[in-house]
């Protein structure tokens, strides 16, 4: 691993020396740990004039264990409580003869960035941008095949979930359950708070689960999400409780399901990222759900849970091959309820059969 994170700082000093900075200092943490692997808590990677440092608040037996870390980047401890990583590695480029350093001002805080100019003064500060979230967009196949196990992981829990009684139980309790199931399949831990959603609650995006309890004929709309090595998928279902659906419901659930398929079957190599969102859209506004609608049918996922791209209808740029998404779309019904059906692809061309679909739990509209 060693060489992919040496290989990928090289792609950010190439940017950075195209835009006339020959030093670059990266502050956010999923940006550092995509360049440099394992870290302590608060540590920023410098692309440093002479040699690159990872600038640590604490030892390096702090870093996560789950984590792989590149052990051939030299690592600068500071001395003693309370000294700020940020500052310290503005010292540390100006020591070794920087004139400029790029820096993430969408990251620092005001206070921050005055602190580093005051430690460095003749140091000219620049705007590093969205340069690391730009090259993290497109995956290796490293990084999708941790994608992949923690697909496996959350389709696992989910799957023994749906095993279960559910009636009498509530929203909270089935979502602290499937958390610790994401645990015991090997999962790092929850991608995001876990959403359960009964009765009039389903369908809704990012609904926090409350003390209702799962009664018969509810909609039961899940959302979870495991992390595998630093990883994050999304996987998201809706299922009946305890009678055959009622015709509302299996209206509503094929209008979404078919909504979703719409957008998978847009997911290719060169597609706009805005089609996409507009092949699911145009399915429910077509049957009278314009009003609404969630902003955004998906969203890329990687060392962060909601990553570029976007799939919105504002959204600029096209997809690329090896870039994982997510294809979300629901319908909430005020007072009664909805759909809601998520899954983790990753856009692949036709020649290789497709967008592979990671998140794998049956679609179907299950009576539990």
Known sequence: MSEVYAARRTRLRDRCQASGSACALVSRPANVRYLA?????????????????????????????????????????LEGPGGDPVVAAGGLAAAQGADALAVEEHHLTVARHHALASVAPRLRLADLGCAVEQLRVVKDEEEISCLRIGAEIADQALGE????????????????????RLVDHGADGRAFPTSVATGPNSGRRGHRPTDRRVEEGDFLSVCLGATYRGYRCEIGRTFVIGTSPADWQIELYDLVFAAQRA??????????????????????????????????????????????????????????????????????????????????LVVRPEADGGPELLTITTKELLAL
């Open 37 to 77: 692997g394992a870290a302590p808590h608060g540590s920023v990677l410098l692309l440093g004039k002479h040699e690159d440092l990872l600038v640590s608040p604490g030892p390096l037996d702090d870093r996560p264990t789950e984590a792989r870390a590149d052990d051939s980047l030299r690592p600068h401890l």
């Open 161 to 180: 979930l749906l095993e279960s009684i559910l009636v009498g139980r509530t929203e909270r309790h089935l979502a602290l359950e499937l958390e610790r």
């Open 263 to 344: 957008a998978r079957e847009s997911l290719v190599p060169g597609a706009a990222c805005r089609d996409v969102d507009r092949a699911a859209r145009h399915v429910l506004d077509s049957a009278g759900h314009s009003e609404g609608l969630q902003p955004l049918t998906g969203h890329g996922v990687g060392l962060e849970i909601d990553e570029d791209p976007q799939l919105a209808p504002a959204a600029m740029g096209k997809l690329d091959a090896c870039v994982p998404v997510t294809v979300e779309p629901g319908v909430h019904l005020p007072g009664r309820g909805g759909v809601r059906i998520d899954d983790t």
